[in-house]
């Protein structure tokens, strides 16, 4: 994608269900993170406990937020993502 000039990025976030704020946080100041502060057992996610969903990361990429409405740009960047789709099996 960036060899035809558009912009492209790895999504470089992990799951939501590593994210500290999900699983630390004591939100409500129980003394214990709040995702199990009325639960009998330990229902936080660690690595490795969602597969598919840790795999996204290879897998998902950013594309350009266009704040304004400028049609040629976002025809040019369109036109590069089109060329790189349908030629995706070269580049295997």
């Not at 214990?32 to 502060?37: E, L, N």
């Not at 330990?42 to 409405?69: C, M, N």
């Amino acid at each position: 994608m960036r060899a035809e000039g558009g912009v492209c990025a790895v999504r470089n976030r992990a799951g939501l269900h590593e994210h500290p704020i999900f699983n630390n946080a004591d939100i409500y100041g129980h003394g214990k993170p709040t995702r199990i502060a009325n639960s009998d057992r330990d229902l936080r996610q660690p690595h490795g406990s969602l597969p598919v969903t840790e795999a996204e990361i290879e897998r998902v990429y950013s594309i350009p937020w266009f704040k304004h409405y400028r049609p040629e740009i976002i025809g040019q960047h369109a036109a590069a993502y089109r060329k790189v789709a349908e030629n995706a099996e070269q580049l295997l």
